[in-house]
């Protein structure tokens, strides 16, 4: 069988597994629908919340771009895993003892206003469409350049998936498909890193490969992809060229952005206890782990192939798997000077004589997971066991997002604000039919982007730092904190933040190089920045404006003890 | 709303004692990643793992504070749990992770999952 037969094989199998789960576990309240019934285990919650969590951008982009940013690559590896720290010791065993349904609702309860539950909603919907739009686009990228079908027809068939377990099924089905999607995805990855490894170092385990020592040269990998790195005119791979304290604060932004997306927080409503919510952190954070100790080990391996096959090489002889990249505009060939040699250098490559060379090779980072596969010539039922990954991990977290979006809509949008006397059914109705239209919406961002939606996509994070975090850590940790203050901090943070990247990615983007940005700071780090205005301002206007009433005292008292977390419902407000 | 920690010494004490550890790991946590991995990653850089091709800078910015990050909350995990078994009154002690978990108060539940995860 070649690629494509085994890649329609495998994509039909697992779609077939998720469909199958679906109606197994279909929804039937509106607790079923917000936190599956809040009865999972935190085994399978961490899981789930792995999956949720590994989005495209983890899987399919994520090994590609440590792969040409080397150390400066680590900000990913560090930023979306340390996250989970922060989590689990501040905030997921508070919010589950609090048990709400969702984040507007902790938002609008601990500070007892209308005005924060919509900054929350807003927020919410905001982050989460510009993430989902990007997983849209993963999904028609992968079934474009493997099953040879046009990017907008396979984004309909992942949307028709979604719609059908994510509308029937809402949080009870979401959780036990990403059960079963974490799996696909985790063999998917592991099986083409351990053949890397076993081919470049000599050992089975990725990890142990990436220190290990490179059987063609007999040097560490480490050492020969420097020296390949520094005669090709690169930086050197383990240094990296950030600044220290950009790497600093974007690795900041990224962590705490990451304890603030609201369709990674509302997981940890689904669990029965406050020391279950802890303990699915753990295993949440132990089943990432596994792909993200992976994945800088896969970008060595992929950096170091690159490299050997390609640079240097005549136009002429380049491997098939160049030639149908080519074909989709990923990989680039300029012959610059005309001797049908492929030059691929970095910014700092001499000829014999000292003049500068032109590099004649451009390749978009996202392809290299998926075309690894080819490059170490794995064997076909490979490169479509990695199709069918991409694809479990993409739709895994369009569907966690789109359930945010839903139940912002129907739960604290309709039910909370604006028609409380609406009934079960009425509200599960709601639910279904929001959670629809967001499918909808987010497959039409997918197959026809605005321009700014992948640059949005990073930014997600920053927002998220700049206006959830401290207003959700003050609320547990402060009994001082009010109303004013919450509010007043999540508008000064996130409109530090969007104010900061609007200006350097869309106002003025000539200006976006280190020497403009503020302290050092680029877009990407600035989230971290807009936090701590969030919680200056927060504190500040919250000592001069009156203290929230007692009962939000002995609600945060209550919220710190963990006994007694019934399951998760309504706080009568 | 029904509490285990009835009076309210005990409480405060249940809550510096979580605090404590709260703090004493984000020290660590800090130490991994923001310390080993950025801000003294070059100095580390000059010393390599013994049998391995891995400046130690590198290493902790790409493996090892992910390794530290995960082994973080298992500790705090474990720490909690004591504490909690520790000032538990008049609850029954279920043991870790038993069934599905029946929640700890009295209140109804809508019905198991009908779909128990892999345990």
């Not at chain 1, 377990?165 to 995805?185: E, N, P, S, W």
């Not at chain 1, 992809?225 to 600044?243: D, I, P, R, V």
């Not at chain 1, 392809?367 to 170490?376: D, G, R, S, W």
């Not at chain 2, 390599?48 to 590198?58: A, C, E, S, V, W």
Request: glycine share 12%.
């Amino acid at each position: 069988m070649n690629v494509q037969a085994w890649t329609f094989v495998l994509v039909a199998l697992s779609f077939a597994l998720y469909i199958g789960v679906a109606i197994l576990t279909r929804a039937g309240s509106t607790r079923d629908f917000y936190v599956a019934g809040g009865g999972v285990s935190p085994l399978a919650n961490g899981m789930a919340t792995a999956a949720d969590w590994m989005s495209a951008a983890s899987f399919i982009s994520m090994a590609g771009l440590i792969a040409f940013r080397g150390y400066d690559g680590s900000v990913y590896l560090m930023g979306w895993t340390g996250g989970y720290v922060l989590l689990a010791l501040l905030l997921a065993p508070y919010l589950r003892k609090f048990g709400a349904y969702t984040v507007p609702d902790f938002v609008g309860d601990r500070y007892y206003s209308q005005l924060a539950r919509i900054v929350a909603v807003v927020c919410a919907v905001f982050i989460s469409f510009t993430y989902v739009a990007g997983q849209m686009r993963g999904v028609g990228i992968v079934f474009s350049r493997f099953l040879e079908v046009p990017v907008h027809v396979g984004v309909m068939i992942g949307m028709g998936i979604v719609f059908f377990y994510a509308v029937l099924g809402g949080m009870k089905g979401i959780t036990y498909t990403q059960v079963a999607q974490y799996c696909v995805l985790i063999f998917a990855y592991l099986v083409p890193a351990i053949f890397l490894s076993m081919l470049i170092a000599g050992t089975a385990i990725p990890q142990l490969g990436f220190g290990g020592v490179d059987q063609a040269s007999g040097t560490y990998l480490l050492d020969r992809l420097n020296g390949l790195h520094e005669e090709l005119g690169f930086a050197a791979y383990t240094s990296g060229s950030k600044s220290t304290i950009d790497v600093f604060f974007i690795t900041a932004a990224l962590m705490v952005g990451t304890a603030g997306l609201p369709h990674v927080i509302i997981r940890f409503y689904t669990v029965p206890r406050v020391r279950d919510a802890r303990a699915s952190v753990g295993w949440a954070l132990l089943f990432i782990a596994l792909l993200y100790t992976t994945a800088p080990a896969v970008a060595a391996f992929a950096r170091t192939n690159l490299i050997e096959t390609v640079a240097g090489r005549p136009y002429e002889d380049v491997p098939a798997w160049f030639t149908t990249w080519e074909s989709t505009g990923l990989i680039e060939f300029e012959d610059h000077d005309g001797d049908g040699a492929i030059r691929f250098v970095g910014p700092a490559a001499v000829d014999d004589a000292g003049a500068p060379v032109r590099n004649e090779l451009t390749i978009d980072p996202d392809i290299m997971v998926l075309a690894n596969p080819e490059i170490a010539r794995l064997p076909a039922w490979v490169v479509g066991l990695v199709a069918a990954g991409g694809l479990a991990a993409a739709l895994s977290t369009a569907a966690g997002l789109l359930l945010v979006v839903s139940s912002a809509v129907s739960h604290d949008l309709l039910k909370r604000a604006f028609r409380p006397d609406i009934s079960e059914r009425g509200e599960l109705i709601a639910a279904r039919v929001s959670a629809g239209a967001a499918v909808i919406l987010a497959g039409y961002l997918g197959i026809d982007p605005p321009g700014f939606v992948a640059e949005v996509v990073a930014f997600a994070f920053g927002l998220a730092a700049a206006s959830f975090f401290p207003a959700i850590l003050l609320g547990i940790f402060t009994r001082r904190m009010n109303r004013e203050g919450a509010v007043a901090g999540m508008v000064a943070g996130i409109t530090f933040t969007a104010a900061y990247i609007v200006y350097f990615k869309f106002v003025n983007p000539a200006a976006n190089t280190a020497e403009h940005w503020w302290l050092g700071i680029s877009p990407e780090g600035i989230g971290a920045l807009g936090m701590l205005v969030n919680f200056a301002v927060a504190i500040s206007v919250a000592a001069f404006t009156p203290a929230p009433p007692p009962e939000i005292g002995d609600m945060v008292d209550s919220i710190r003890v963990p006994a007694g977390a019934g399951p998760a419902h309504e706080i009568s407000a | 709303m029904p509490t285990a920690h009835g009076n309210h010494d005990a409480r405060a004490a249940y809550w510096r004692r979580n605090l404590r550890y709260v703090g004493a790991l984000l020290l660590v946590w800090f130490a991994v990643s923001f310390g080993a991995g950025i801000l003294f990653v070059e100095p580390l850089n000059r010393i390599r793992i013994p049998g391995t091709g891995f400046p130690l800078g590198f290493w902790f910015a790409q493996q090892g504070a992910i390794y530290g990050f995960v082994i973080l909350i298992f500790v705090y995990v474990r720490l909690m749990n004591r504490l909690d078994q520790e000032f538990r009154d008049g609850l029954p002690g279920p043991t870790p992770g038993a069934g599905a978990g029946a929640p700890a108060n009295g209140e109804p539940r809508d019905g198991p999952p009908d779909a128990g995860g892999p345990r």
